[in-house]
């Protein structure tokens, strides 16, 4: 389990601009290693090269420098066709002029499986995934999520080395999204196939990873499980882009002992524990979700002013203004809590324990 | 819903439609305008034919066809002329495909060059190749007397010489429609097949192929229809080989023999017809490709050294062959006497530029004035057809389209017969000829205006509805405005099509109002083949001008956006 599987080594790509004579870094000293059978997500904004990355891994493009290994074979020089990585793409990609069946069968025919053999192996992973009887529909008379549901068997029933999603499900409403996600998650476990998935949409992260890797610009921004990278952010920019709406407090390290620093805070000393990295002097950032934060009328560390109240049943989410900088705040069973009213004078108290810091 | 219910719902609405269209004076009298346009100036031409033909001693017959048909003079044209139309559909779309497929998908060098090679015969007058053909290898030729000095002989009048030139005529209009369509073929399809591990090779049999292979259909449809209606170079080329279109032609005005000219342009017209409808409502319909509002990935490009430099050597002939082709023109043009004596002078163009200088007087003054015309009327029909209701908007349609699929001949006896008695006497004015100008090629403007207008929101023009305009004013100040390219690159395509015309227009030319082209015409059949080359070459010196000050015009106005001639020439297959 500890070694890896899909060993990414400073992988760089730059792409020369096709009218510009200009050269764009996609991706950047990209070095990554994955286990069999992980879950590895590649998120971030558009434009972060998580995409690039994912087609370097096909073989769709050549890096400008560094390697790629899977299973301790150097792929590099390996073309697309020959790799053992199967895509399921963001259109799809399914042959409009084959039905359901040639789609399915399209891999294993070129690997002269017998006849017989391929229709095996097709009509049980169209069973899988819930197709059984519709292997002789046109794929122009599927809908969204069936179409889907092909692209993701033509790819697994080659059963690649490693699966590659390119963002397969932003092409589906909001319901069908969470429902085929989770469909996703249950069939790679199953099947306990390796996969990088790519998608700019967290919480699609959150729910399908192992671990996920953030990516900004071309660089990664941190690895970690769904629980590291929002409980733990390494840099501003994953503090920022996970979670909904994240407070940020300017401090100072003022005391250090062992992992124990003291913060001034707009004037509040506080203690956190475990930053052996951190010194005297240090500029902080204290990432505070909006959930980290408790609202009290008449008691708390900060005061403040309430902004703006969204109710939303079963949470409220406020808008708090204090020292001239606005925070979110969400607190969950208003029915128990109370509500504040926009106007209202309110006290903030930081939830002290999971409040993270991150150096400015 | 089956097709009975649909109609009897087409029924229904139309009471409502007819009583909406009384509201809006400006629409009703715009759609009766046009309606009669096209009745008058595309239905009645071609049905004078028809009568001609079918009428005898009053009532319908079929006898011209059997008497026709049992001549042998009159069979062999037609065999000719499909023989030949189906050798050059064939040969121009494989060519056409070999451009198209090395621009799309091969990582060769001199892309853009080669695309303009690909294009140029587009705007040239059609029959310069013939012109050509006989610089390079008549009997004088360049090739075969310079060079070879007679050892070999080209058979270039005949059926051989009439396939290279067509070919290298019409191929353009593969390689468009084939460029179109392998480049809207998703790339990530590709690129899906060669991740689940087919070869490149694999790749093109199995998926790139078979994608393209309504649009391989369309372009070899398109080709026949303009072999098959070709009259320039037959006129030059053709020999002992008669073809349909010239025949006609010769039928007419050699034998002033109306009613059996008129009965070969029917049989010209029967096989275009069926290309067209073959093209235009079975064809398209197969297609597959889709263009879809998503940005596409980058398509991955052929580099394996030995295809790569291959099809780069084809292209690369391929375009020598037209360079020598044109160039062997514009050599011609400064020669003094073709195959006597080739110092270089320039008599020809002082020729063209003062005897000559009335052909090019009437030509730029015709092709300006029907020009705009047939641009506005043009946007006017996508416009009725697109965005109002109204009964016999389908048949409108249809015959704005119908012009592409008739011959120039056919069209040009139609007028000669529709518009030689009372109550409209046109033949020998002006008027005329702007009038078969503007109806000719209307039907390219006419399709890029419905795709351009397809492409825009509906609730804008409603939205101006809703502020309180009337339809003249939101198709003057909304529509128009947004349909800006489309309508320049119609301009763009008729002045072209207009500059280069010689089928239809040559049945109604006087002595009063003269062409270029058949100056050209006079002057090879005359021998003077250095001044039909000196002619060629200004025909294209005003064509790139005409076309360089509506891209200039479309800078100014448009805000710097790219003239889609080539678009329009491509959506002749859609």
Same mark, same amino acid.
């Given at each position: ?8 080594? *400073? ?14 870094? !996609? ?9 069999? +059978? ?6 971030? #904004? ?111 029933? &080659?059963? #690649? ?54 990516? &900004? ?13 929002? !409980? ?34 707009? +004037? ?8 052996? +990295? ?11 979700? #909006? ?6 009328? *008449?008691? +708390? ?60 | ?80 002329? $499909? ?16 451009? /198209? ?72 209009? /593969?390689?468009?429609? $084939?460029?179109? @369509?392998?480049?809207?073929?998703d790339p990530a399809l590709e690129d899906a097949a060669l991740d689940l591990g087919a070869s490149k090779g694999k790749v093109f049999r199995s998926i790139t192929l078979p994608l393209a292979t309504p649009g391989i259909a369309s372009a070899i449809l398109l080709i026949f229809s303009q072999s098959l209606a070709d009259f320039g170079n037959p006129m030059i080329l053709a020999g002992n080989y008669t073809i349909l279109a010239t025949q006609a032609y010769l039928t007419i005005v050699g034998m002033y023999n109306m ?66 082709f044109y160039g062997m023109i514009f050599f011609g043009s400064f020669v003094k006497l073709w195959g006597a004596n080739h110092t270089l002078t320039m008599d020809n163009y002082k020729h063209v530029f003062t005897v000559g200088w009335e052909f090019i007087k009437d030509t730029l003054l015709l092709s300006s004035i029907a020009t705009p015309i047939a641009g506005i009327l043009a946007m006017i029909i996508a416009f009725l057809v697109v965005r109002k209701n109204f009964p016999g908007k389908r048949l409108m349609e ?45 039907? @390219?403007?006419?399709?890029?205006? %419905?795709?351009?207008?397809?492409? %825009? ?80 070459? @200004? ?14 015009? @479309? ?14 020439? /491509?959506?002749?297959?859609?």
């Amino acid at each position: 389990m500890n070694e890896a599987y899909l060993e990414i080594r *400073n992988l760089t790509k730059e792409f020369l601009s096709e009218y510009q004579e200009e050269k764009v870094v !996609a991706v950047k000293d990209f070095s990554l290693e994955i286990h069999k +059978g992980e879950f590895i997500t590649l998120l971030g #904004p558009s434009g972060c090269g998580k995409t690039t990355t994912l087609r370097l891994i096909g073989g769709f493009e050549n890096p400008t420098q560094g390697d790629i290994f899977l299973d301790r074979v150097r792929i590099n020089d390996i073309p697309a066709n020959k790799r053992d990585t199967c895509m399921v793409f963001q259109s799809y990609a399914l042959f409009p002029h084959m039905n359901i069946y040639k789609n399915v069968a399209y891999g294993l025919e070129l690997r002269r499986l017998s006849k017989r053999e391929i229709k095996e192996k097709v009509e049980k992973i169209l069973e899988l995934v819930g197709l059984t009887g519709l292997s002789h529909r046109p794929i122009a008379q599927l809908s969204g999520g069936q179409q889907q549901r092909v692209a993701l068997a033509r790819a697994m029933v &080659n059963e #690649p080395k490693v699966l590659l999603f390119d963002e397969p499900l932003s092409n589906l409403d909001a319901k069908l999204r969470i429902r085929m996600r989770i469909f996703i998650r249950k069939i790679q476990q199953e099947m306990n196939i390796t996969s990088v998935y790519v998608t700019h949409d967290q919480e699609e992260a959150m729910t399908l990873s192992d671990r996920i890797v953030v990516m &900004n610009q071309g660089e990664i921004e941190q690895v970690g499980t769904p629980e590291e990278i929002y !409980a733990r952010p390494k840099t501003k920019f994953v503090a920022d882009f996970i979670g909904k709406q994240t407070n940020f407090l300017t401090g100072e390290v003022v005391e250090k002992a062992g992992g124990k620093v003291k913060v001034n805070v707009w +004037g509040k000393i506080m203690t956190f524990d475990g930053y052996d +990295g951190f010194h005297k002097g240090d500029k902080v950032i204290l990432v505070v979700r #909006p959930e980290m934060i408790n609202l009290s009328s *008449n008691e +708390g560390t900060f005061e403040g002013r309430v902004n703006l109240v969204t109710y939303l049943g079963s949470e409220v989410i406020y808008e708090v203004a204090a020292n001239h900088q606005l925070f979110t705040i969400e607190v969950s069973n208003p029915l128990k809590h109370g509500i504040h009213h926009r106007g209202d004078k309110a006290f903030m108290n930081l939830d002290m324990e999971n409040i993270y810091l991150i150096k400015e | 819903m089956t097709k009975s219910k649909r109609f009897v719902a087409y029924l229904k609405r139309i009471p409502s439609d007819v009583r909406k269209l009384l509201k809006d004076p400006f629409l009703l009298i715009g759609i009766i305008l046009v309606n009669l346009f096209l009745f008058l100036f595309i239905v009645l031409p071609l049905f004078k034919i028809f009568q001609l033909s079918f009428e005898e001693k009053g009532q319908f017959s079929l006898g011209i066809f059997s008497e026709l048909l049992s001549k042998n003079y009159n069979v062999q044209p037609l065999i000719h002329s $499909l023989t030949l139309g189906i050798a050059v559909s064939i040969l121009g779309t494989l060519i056409g495909f070999i451009f /198209a497929y090395a621009i799309t998908r091969v990582d060769i060098p001199w892309k853009r060059f080669f695309n303009i090679m690909a294009t140029f015969p587009i705007i040239a007058p059609p029959f310069m190749m013939s012109l050509s053909a006989i610089l390079l290898f008549g009997k004088q030729g360049f090739v075969s007397k310079l060079i070879l000095r007679d050892i070999i002989q080209f058979k270039i009048y005949g059926f051989y010489g009439l396939l290279v030139v067509e070919t290298l005529t019409y191929f353009s209009t /593969a390689y468009l429609t $084939l460029y179109g @369509v392998l480049q809207a073929i998703d790339p990530a399809l590709e690129d899906a097949a060669l991740d689940l591990g087919a070869s490149k090779g694999k790749v093109f049999r199995s998926i790139t192929l078979p994608l393209a292979t309504p649009g391989i259909a369309s372009a070899i449809l398109l080709i026949f229809s303009q072999s098959l209606a070709d009259f320039g170079n037959p006129m030059i080329l053709a020999g002992n080989y008669t073809i349909l279109a010239t025949q006609a032609y010769l039928t007419i005005v050699g034998m002033y023999n109306m009613k059996g000219g008129a009965a070969l342009a029917i049989l010209l017209l029967i096989p275009s017809l069926f290309a067209f409808c073959l093209q235009k409502y079975w064809v398209s319909r197969k297609s597959y490709v889709t263009v879809t509002g998503k940005p596409s990935s980058t398509r991955i490009k052929m580099d394996q050294p030995l295809t790569k430099y291959s099809i780069f050597g084809l292209c690369l002939l391929l375009t020598g062959i037209i360079f020598l082709f044109y160039g062997m023109i514009f050599f011609g043009s400064f020669v003094k006497l073709w195959g006597a004596n080739h110092t270089l002078t320039m008599d020809n163009y002082k020729h063209v530029f003062t005897v000559g200088w009335e052909f090019i007087k009437d030509t730029l003054l015709l092709s300006s004035i029907a020009t705009p015309i047939a641009g506005i009327l043009a946007m006017i029909i996508a416009f009725l057809v697109v965005r109002k209701n109204f009964p016999g908007k389908r048949l409108m349609e249809l015959v704005s389209l119908l012009t592409f699929a008739v011959p120039g001949t056919v069209v040009g006896i139609g007028y000669i017969l529709a518009f030689n008695q009372p109550p409209l006497i046109l033949t020998g004015t002006a008027t005329i000829i702007i009038l078969l100008f503007i109806f000719r090629d209307i039907a @390219v403007g006419v399709q890029t205006g %419905i795709a351009e207008l397809q492409q %825009i929101d509906p609730s804008i023009e409603e939205a101006s509805t809703d502020l309180g305009a009337d339809s003249s004013f939101t198709f003057r100040k909304i529509t128009l405005p947004l349909i800006t390219p489309a309508f320049y690159s119609g301009l763009a395509f008729t002045f072209v099509k207009c500059m280069t015309a010689i089928s239809a227009v040559i049945f109604v030319v006087s002595g009063k109002w003269n062409l270029i082209t058949i100056a050209i015409l006079g002057s090879v059949e005359n021998s003077d083949l250095s001044q039909a080359a000196a002619f060629s070459i @200004v025909i294209i010196v005003f064509i790139l001008l005409a076309l360089w000050l509506i891209q200039f015009l @479309v800078n100014q106005i448009g805000g710097g956006r790219k003239l889609k001639f080539e678009k329009a020439e /491509a959506l002749q297959s859609i």
